[in-house]
């Protein structure tokens, strides 16, 4: 008998068998989570290295990776590109939303996927998912809805074995997670049906922020989503930083530092870090761009191997992807304009978000250029 | 010049932020509910606030937002919440109403966000999942649903319940444990739509100017209920309210254009 207890009829709705359960059991196996922790110094330590150590030393084959940020909102998506790079295989994703595993699943970097919400909102749904998930390139191994999964990271950060909530409940997502059980709220004399959420541990989380110390401790700037919840669950943590601040910096001004050192494993200085997605503060998302991930990359077969070739091989850095593809110096400008403009830290009057969105006819992604 | 009619994308957008009043807190999903919450609160109800699921809430109203984590959802936002705790507002009693979109509807109110066709592991297409969606059906006390009617998407069984309405009728959703009053009104293209107190079963409010009942149930894989009595005509937007909708809230048609 294995160490947890999961309803076998959702292990057989999933599909998933005995060889895949120990990819499950360390998504809520506190003790193993709780001696990593234990383990990783605590010591107040210069933890800068390059990109490419960080990844290398700690993101392995067969990890459990949190996908963080929001979708493409101060999301790492330099350094998935850095796991593409090294060949990391064999991965389960984790994530509220977790949509960057699109790229990922093609070329065996996740094999294993927790869905809650795969799309790209207004540019709908994520084909290039739909399509994976049914060739069985990637398995799903949960459904969750945002509020759950939050729940999951927030009740490990709080230091507790699991929450008892009320959403998912009659619904088929219960048919479709080993992870959450419905049972009866214990105070109440009627009975009052509620559901179990265990504590979530990834094995390893990529968070990138607005600035960091050398030590790990890192401000974040615009919606934390689940960040700092799964900064104190994940048994490795890197941190990738916009900028690399002295620890004074933090100290005198400690508003939006969410991340404590003592989490942190790597540190890695990462200007633009976020693209091809967008940072609050910093810079908006390189629209036509992200129009052609959605619209051609991840919806048209076979296309996706185009992506890897120009983000993977011909981009080696996010210098590169701003200077061979989105108008260098004039694109870095006009992307502070737009997400200063739209948060109205600067006059947002007579500044112009028109674009032309992407089309096959206009292939080109650079959207600084006047297309009138 | 005459100005064109509201479209039928247009004419949710307005029947929704009809939905909401003044000094409430609205909880807005992607699509059209961001519109509505806009529009709203730019003409009969400027003191709502309204919240994300991102955990952004009561930003000052800019243009349509690209994401629900984009600026405009987080524009000179007092605070900004962590996602756990931007769901926890809604069940501690603290949102007013919720708005949502589907892929499928059944006639209690359950929705489908997950897949089209098939079954789990072959189906025809996978959408975007959860979301929001579930967190949202379960827990709020006053759910709006809204969206394109069709028989592909008012169906009589559902492909896959992301969320529950009113389960199987009755007093089901409260068996089943959850929070809240279950939806209380769908908003489509075609009409305006209730749940009858009793089976819980949609039944028909109002109905756009041009739609008959029975075009209403040809575009519907259930049987509607009807109101006793004649079926009254929902309001249509004034031209002022239309080049609200135009000029200020969506005007890039982001979600109000009709697609070609």
Redesign the interface.
Known sequence: MGKFNYDKEVLA???IDEKDLPRLDRLIDYDSAREAHEKKSHAAIDKRVSLKEAISEYVKDGDILADT?????RTPIIAYFEILRQGIKGMTSIG??ATNQSYLIPFGAVTHSH?????A??RG??RN??RL??EGKSKVVA??????M??G??AAQLGIPGVY?????????VK?NPFVK?VDNPMKTEK???VFIPALYPDTAIIHVHQADKFGNAKIY?????D??IAAATRKLIITAEEIVPPNSLRNDNKGVVIPFVYSDAVVEMPYGALVG?M?GLYY?P?RLWEKIMRYWAFKEGAIEEFYDIFVVQCKDQYDIIDKFLGGSKWMMDAKRL?KA???DNE?DGVD??YKEWTMNEPDFDDIKDYK | MTAKPANPLEMIAYVLARQIEDGEVVYIGTGLPMVAGILAKKTHAPNITLVYESGAQNPVIGDMPWSVAGPYTWRKSPMILEMSYSFGQIYNGYVDKAFLGYAQLDMYGNVNTHMIGGDFHNYKNRLTGSGGNNDLSSLAKHLVLVGLQSPQKFVKNLDFMTSVGYLTGGDSRKKAGLVGDGPKSVITSAGVYDFEPESKRMRITSLHPGVSPELAQLATGFELLKPAGEIPVTPVPTQEIIDILRKEVDPRGVFTSMPS
């Open positions: 709705n999933l599909r940020g929001f979708s493409y909102v509220s939303p869905w809650s919400y795969c799309g909102e207004m749904t994520d998912m739909s998930i049914k459904e969750w809805s945002h509020g759950s939050a729940l990271f927030k909530s009320k959403q998912l409940l009659g619904s088929d997502m479709y419905v009052d049906p509620c615009g919606p934390l989503i689940n700092a919840a967008a609050p998302w629209r997400t739209e948060e109205y947002d978000f028109h």
